[in-house]
């Protein structure tokens, strides 16, 4: 197994889903955060993207974008988070996408400036939501039966509406409550829970109180 460095970020959910992967394929690493208000050259000189997450291998290969950083940790410690069929596989990248489109718009919907935007932002939330649970009523795991990939990247964006309507009010799930057994049985899995540093959402409440973010009225509803 080579060395294995993930460079984080500790509110980004992109990185989330690659620690995920991490603790369910057992794969040691260490984990080095960066503040992304203030970027280190180092960081920098060998990010492409100057996004995290970043894996650092043995000690000079860099791998960058969390889907393509979890399909490596996933082919070198089989047997595979994926399904084998090609077709099921090909499903279960797309729907990857989706979990991305899915932390964005939950991102531009938390930092939304005024309400017009919040307003717009939830309507693009929720529907991405319900398409979701279409797919997925009352299943525990995407695929039904098994932990794959496709939950390791939809994940954090549970964490976040859980947090979102436990203390902003924002009622997200009831918009689609077919998917709340999944998001349950995640957010109580080791790999989800330990996906995050222990004072998370004290971090995130105070980095949205000192934003310019229209959610942060809600705090106080
Ligand atoms: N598509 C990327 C998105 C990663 C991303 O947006 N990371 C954010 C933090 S959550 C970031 O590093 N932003 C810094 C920047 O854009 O300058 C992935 O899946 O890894």
Not at 9 to 16: D, N, Y
Not at 103 to 120: G, N
Not at 165 to 173: N, Q
């Amino acid at each position: 197994m080579p060395n294995i460095e993930l460079i984080s970020f500790k509110l980004c959910p992109f990185v989330q889903r690659s620690v995920i992967t991490l603790l369910e394929k057992n794969i040691p690493f260490d984990i080095t955060y960066i503040d992304l208000d203030d970027k280190p050259d180092w960081f920098l000189t060998i990010s492409p993207t100057g996004k995290v997450p970043l894996l650092r291998i043995d000690p000079n290969q860099i791998l960058f974008e969390s889907a393509v950083i979890n399909e490596y940790l996933d082919e070198i410690t089989p047997p595979s988070l994926h399904p084998i069929d090609p077709f099921e596989k090909a499903q279960h990248r797309a729907w990857i996408e989706v979990g991305s489109n899915l932390l964005m718009t939950s991102y531009r919907f938390t930092v939304a400036s005024d309400q017009e935007k919040q307003d717009h932002q939830r309507v693009l939330l929720i529907n991405l939501l319900r398409k979701l649970e279409a797919e997925l009523t009352g299943k525990v795991f995407f695929d039904g039966k098994r932990f794959t990939l496709v939950d390791a990247a939809i994940a954090p964006v549970f964490r976040w509406i859980e947090i979102l309507d436990r203390r902003l009010a924002t009622g997200l799930l009831n918009e689609a409550p077919g998917l709340s057994p999944w998001s349950s049985n995640l957010l109580n899995r080791p790999s989800v829970k330990n996906s995050v540093v222990s004072d998370f959402e004290a971090l995130y409440i105070s980095r949205l109180i000192d934003s310019d973010s229209q959610l942060r009225f809600n705090l106080n509803t």
